[in-house]
């Protein structure tokens, strides 16, 4: 059943998302900080049992220099310039185990999956570390980490390690630097706004019922994870509500995608009741960009499943030439 | 938490599981009538955009002669004989899109996946339908169709497509026909143990997480679909119990495993609410084969996921040369 | 609580439902398909305890010639001519047993109730197999049996059967020919209003709670069994959504009550998530005879329960003469 | 699935169940301060719409004086004496209205459906207030009210109203005086156990998953209701449990049922959540007459449905001759 | 998530909401008939181990001459006279054990804490019967006891306590009669309306939450406890809707909000289903005397919590001097 | 219902639980490391409208130098020296605001409320930061934070805060050395059994309804949060479980009550899902001091509430003198 609006009002809907005044100051200052950081990248071959790809264990210094983990998978015995996508997965997962994601280096890609700080105890194991919850108590889960202050909060540090994938992966010798796109769904798909803000020059966006969009409609409309999350605080801190969505003004992906330029692919379900069609469209509408959008109109959080992904695998195809 | 017996209970079980003193004259009446259709196995190239492998849509004559559907997935240009897997899926689900499963074909081997006749329009979807169903698969409901006599059971009929499905792989030239494993999970895992009695030589069995096995006591232990479908049937029509037990008799997987002789490997999550571990043992321990078995203590029903798929690879790979 | 629109609002509601060219001439294909099937209609005395009234066990030649199997309930000792009820029952439910349904009978009617094939292994047990079933009921999964085509779809098998079972009974010689009518709740009242269109001369119709009416809406305003079946479906054959929703078309009870003429009661729950009010006075304001409605404002799908029933008696005494 | 012991087991449990050391002489003041009361039955037509059947709207003097409603409904133009069921209605349900219960009338029986005081408001309507709720039913709380003194305990009212219904039907020169029966489900069951103690000369008592035996077990095996009203009841009253298990001590048809001497039928369902099992046993083996018990091994808490109606029918057909 | 208006839509809400004509005159006629009775308010020293404050067990006679129960609290040693607060409590709940409630009394006041008749048996204990519970209380149902009757309706009862309650107070040494205040949360909240309006010059008033407002649209919006009563209660009395309505429509607090005029500090929280926000805020616009009101935009039932307890010892301190 | 072992089986239930065999060493490390850090405690007044009672701001060094806040709240114009609790609270709470917990002040004790690191956004709110994740990402939640390594552990610091409040309290001039208590419900209960061993000489120690005792047998018997996410940690990191539980084994309060001296009180509730009772009576059994236990049989987590709390206080006026 549709959980918010009907399609034709999605596609009249405009919302005006608070941004503070500040914003690209902000964002900026992240980026002079961890460009202080060495890249530190390294790639080192990892003993699967897999005949038609390789994969490598990838380090780089992401936010704060904290060391981010992520998996490099190409075709074996492929042929530099390979076109390339950094992808950023959803909440709680980590970028799994390294025969999990065979899709993009089957498809001729290079393919770095990069892990989430912190996450990675859910659906599929992480392993990269966060810092801190410097400046305020958070409720369990991360959506509310350091919410005290956007320099502390949880989803700046990893919007930096997203961009800094880029970076990363433009290391190896098999990536094409000119056909870099980031893509990811949920949390990922918020990920890939966010660079397709922050990152240097992607060349396209893949951005699946992305998270992390306006946030005051979200909390109106869903009490689902992990949105509830701000509910949950906010109905305890009832004297930070403000000062929670003044920091989450500088997260909002809305934003982010107001500055992004490169050509860009989404995708909703329109009976999702975590990543409410309306947050999606909020975001969809803003983007800078070349944009188009899927519709999945029975489907829920899953979006268009393995439907989309050969609907991603056409996009980018075309994309990156 | 545990939802069944302890481990140390579970390697203690050895129930006795009803057998119907004709067995096996059914299930070799079974073979010969499907011997009377032709295989009629087919091997139609299919236009996907992946690089490291090709994928075919595969058709063969099952049960009743019904076409039955699948994929071939092969490393591309690999050279003959292949070491092969034959996959069975998942209640509900389907063969998926032919860029679904690239993992075994990725590893090196020549993979089938069989569709599920009538299933296939739930997590993933599929496109064979059943008798009755002309054209279209449904949605659940399966355990009990034509219950009221093993001949038409719907179980029958898909245990019967699984041993063809054996037959069909061989057919390909890249098949080395002295290397074909049966593999599945939850049905597929069921479907596989059938097979490993009821299809011609298999190599090796990976059944993980097994639906199927011991009927008597899973209906006493979890309500869970798909079993709960049998308490809803005999809880309606409580005058058929008895003839509906008889029937699932030759179904049992665990009267399968006992006639069953290829190396084996089982798992089970000793959380498992859907297909209770006491089941799984029932049929471990049954298992007429070398074999052995992974427990994932705190996992239900999605048993050891990625970890174990790692197992399943190095065990085939040991168990084919 | 309100579950859909205001009463004002469904007062009002007048909707455009999709309705293909060929509806006609698809339903009378249907109608010269089942007249060559012989209607073959036996009523076997049935054994029961029962003091007041008598129990015939009824046989008739359904859809494709399939036996359906009913009861025909009359008062003992009864003079001809009766005035006659036909009964459809709800989803998931079969005729019952002989001893279940005693209301229309005390009341002075011929009772007809009609088994429903495939259906009886949920709240009342049933005796018809649908093709495919061969030889006993399954459990749930209906709506989207056969959904790839009209002609195989699973709804047009059972609104054939209801047609023909108001032939059966006439073939009774307690039956008054002028005077049968047909009824029902939720799926139930689906057919009836399907046999208001398609059966031969039905004296009045009382449709409770109607089921089958409305498909676009009902799946975007509920998520409710049965109805869910149907995004369930859509959820995952994203591509086929257009063409189930064609199927529909042909099913849709909207478009058959717009053809039909003997007065009719509806009845309707305003909180009621199964069958949603407003795809409920879609049909009611379709329908094309003299027509009533008793709105129960509290209820859910249980609708006006044992009040309706006093509701329908008074009705149809009245509409029979 | 089993939600309480194995069969077996349950075979075989025969627990002592508290009773109080003036059980009997409480009982024998309950009785006498009932006679006090005249019992003003009176039986007035009532205008249904019904041809096989009549139907008396009864009055007559419960606890207290209290007056308490109920149906008679007789085959027409039957000749006397009739033999006669009292029917004891399950919990948070009333009379319902005079067309909904046909069986027993016209299977050849006088049946009185006695209205429960201040219940009615839940699945079927009730017309009887109980003290204090002065001029209409209200919705649930029963098992607790009065529980502070079995004197003034709700059930100890409702076990009188059921004996004394027993004295009322018996005042219609229909019934044969020989030849009345009580009977009932859930509550009604129980409540059959206690007439089975309390009413004069019961010629038979059939009393099917019958709820308010052996508390002491039930709450320590099920949080579900109505059981579960006690279990709140002592957790807030933590220093009142004995108390109020005293009080049920009174009550428990386990000691009721020890004191029974007419032939039982008893029904069972083993996955019954409601009415645990091995509560049902418990009460089933202290039974002091003849007794059979029909165990249904898949169903919850509806039993035996209508596949028990026709047992009971057929039981007592035997037992009233 | 918003489970009602937004905060826009609830400011402007201004419902009509039912009255019947007589209103003035019924509740005229409750507070003369409980007149007749003499208060009888005792005040008896308890046994506590606290050393700041003391606590009284008290007593007065309520409607019909009911004792009902409470506890007042003071601080030790204090003297004549005090600002004083009577309070009443939630669903389900009592006045607790007598070290339950501390903050009044700490904070300088007075404090009577009012048992609720033939509640307490919840979250909280309680030591009052109502009619017809004859010892103890019981579990909950109260919304429709004596729903067929303004005057036997529970809720004319419990507001004719509350408002006895002001008078009761009144009679110990240490409270200063001018400076009486009532608050509660809840049915709480509700009461303190009620005791705005009857009880008798009543010096501020905190209502929290409050349900008992605008029942109309409080069935129509939602379905949770104790609001859902109504819903089951008019679900199976389908024919005394109009009749329940009426009754509701004396004791609706949005009636006893308009007629009352002492300063008014309200709450409500915008995600609350149990008292939805436009039932308050119809309460809230209706209110007689002035008024402001704390919204919590994030919390459900528990509304402001503890940060609107110093909200309200602001409030109270101020508005009492 | 009992959702554990039954009474009589819980006091003959003493599991052997896992210890590290440097778990003093570890400790003593933990004790030397914090003992670097200057106390630092302390005492602002803090201005709240209270009259019978002082609450003052508290602030002391923790684990890693980390500010620690809390409340004291002693009796307004009290003598020194006075009996004083140390009190720690429940998962997800922080101290609360400063009028919320008066119980003990009231009765004469100086008390402690010590806020938990971290947390505080749930049912109460806090005030005081954790530092980092250092080493291992976790699950949402506190459970799995540092769960790699004993040393980074989240409760490590939260334990040796605990045995920092102690010492922190002493430093208040109204405080008796000699008479300082620890207590607390759930983590709290949890945390008052560490203090016991940590802090330095504590009087007495009552702990409700445990946490964090006994971990292996907690997540076999139960799924419910927060142990629950120690099974969702180990049902991803499916290669790391004998890491987790060889940390949690520095952490389970068994082992820490075993080297306890002082007297002790505890309480469960029989019906807890949350805390189960063998993992209390685990404790509890273990416990070195002398003890007593209050049985709950009817309650959940609530445990006693208002009940316990009375015996709480009998128990430490008992023991403080």
């Known amino acids: 059943?549709?959980?918010?609006?009907?399609?034709?009002?999605?596609?009249?809907?405009?919302?005006?998302?608070?941004?503070?005044?500040?914003?690209?100051?902000?964002?900026?200052?992240?980026?002079?900080?961890?460009a202080s950081h060495p890249l530190a990248a390294t790639f080192v071959p990892s003993?699967?049992?897999?005949?038609?790809?390789?994969?490598?264990?990838?380090?780089?210094?992401?936010?704060?220099?904290?060391?981010?983990?992520?998996w490099l998978?190409?075709?074996r015995n492929a042929d530099a310039p390979l076109?390339?996508?950094?992808?950023?997965?959803?909440?709680?997962?980590?970028?799994?185990?390294?025969?999990?994601?065979?899709?993009?280096?089957?498809?001729?890609?290079?393919?770095?999956?990069?892990?989430?700080?912190?996450?990675?105890?859910?659906?599929?194991?992480?392993?990269?570390a966060d810092i801190g919850d410097?400046?305020?108590?958070?409720?369990?889960?991360?959506?509310?980490?350091?919410?005290?202050?956007p320099a502390h909060a949880y989803y700046t540090r990893l919007f930096v390690d997203a961009a800094r994938a880029v970076d990363a992966v433009r290391q190896h010798p098999l990536v094409d630097d000119e056909r870099v796109a980031v893509l990811g769904g949920s949390q990922g798909g918020g990920m890939a706004l966010a660079a397709a803000h922050l990152a240097s020059r992607p060349a396209a966006v893949s951005s699946?019922?992305?998270?992390?969009?306006?946030?005051?409609?979200?909390?109106?409309?869903?009490?689902a994870m992990p949105y509830g999350e701000l509910t949950r605080y906010c109905s305890a801190h009832r004297d930070r509500v403000e000062a929670v969505?003044?920091?989450?003004?500088?997260?909002?992906?809305?934003?982010?995608?107001?500055?992004?330029s490169a050509p860009a692919l989404f995708s909703v379900g329109l009976a999702d009741p975590v990543c409410p069609p309306s947050t999606v469209f909020a975001a969809y509408h803003a983007y800078g960009g070349l944009k188009d959008i899927r519709v999945y109109e029975f489907n829920e959080h899953e979006g268009g499943g393995a439907h989309h992904v050969a609907e991603e695998l056409a996009f980018l195809r075309d994309a990156l030439g």
């Open 83 to 128: 076109p390339t996508v950094v992808e950023y997965v959803g909440y709680g997962g980590g970028r799994g185990l390294a025969h999990e994601r065979l899709l993009w280096a089957s498809a001729g890609f290079a393919h770095l999956v990069m892990d989430t700080r912190g996450q990675g105890a859910g659906w599929s194991v992480g392993d990269t």
């Open 134 to 149: 410097t400046g305020a108590p958070a409720t369990s889960g991360f959506l509310t980490r350091g919410i005290a202050d």
């Open 47 to 70: 003993g699967t049992d897999l005949h038609t790809v390789e994969v490598a264990d990838v380090t780089f210094a992401g936010h704060g220099g904290t060391p981010v983990k992520g």
């Open 245 to 260: 969505f003044r920091t989450l003004s500088y997260l909002d992906v809305v934003n982010h995608a107001r500055r992004a």
């Open 1 to 34: 059943m549709l959980v918010d609006m009907s399609l034709e009002e999605l596609w009249a809907y405009r919302p005006t998302v608070a941004e503070p005044d500040d914003f690209d100051a902000f964002w900026q200052r992240q980026r002079d900080e961890v």
């Open 208 to 223: 699946s019922v992305p998270f992390l969009a306006h946030f005051r409609r979200a909390v109106q409309i869903t009490d």
């Open 73 to 75: 998978v190409t075709p």
